[in-house]
């Protein structure tokens, strides 16, 4: 079983930055599509990043410019990159991957954004 585990969250003020790491337990980066999600108090989780097999990336409109998704395969490591934060982007941040029937998450870090 591939085990997922977040880091990097934490307190920063508005229109600050903070980089979040997924670190995958098995090297399955370059066979999986990988993506960022996040959930806010009294909400639903939403995908906010997500970045394929081949390297391509789509992001939401809510984050597009301001966030930056990549991943390192060598370490089985993506990363967010956020840029810019707004009180908004306040919520738990969670790493997924897919590839066949494997749908794994990691258990999730908080990003709060102070105004």
């Known amino acids: 079983q591939v085990q997922l585990v977040e880091s990097g969250g934490g307190l920063v003020q508005a229109e600050g930055s903070l980089r979040l790491s997924c670190a995958a337990s098995?090297?399955?980066?370059?066979?999986?599509?990988m993506g960022w999600y996040r959930q806010a108090p009294g909400k639903q989780r939403e995908l906010i990043a997500a970045?394929?097999?081949?390297?391509?990336?789509n992001y939401a409109d809510s984050v597009k410019g301001r966030f930056t998704i990549s991943r390192d395969n060598a370490k089985n490591t993506m990363y967010l990159q956020m840029n810019s934060l707004k009180p908004e982007d306040t919520a738990v941040y969670y790493c997924?991957?897919?590839?066949?029937?494997?749908?794994?998450w990691g258990q999730g870090t908080q990003v709060t954004v102070s105004s």
């Open positions: 997924n991957a897919k590839f066949g029937l494997y749908d794994g």
């Open positions: 098995k090297n399955i980066f370059s066979v999986s599509v």
């Open positions: 970045i394929t097999r081949g390297g391509s990336t």
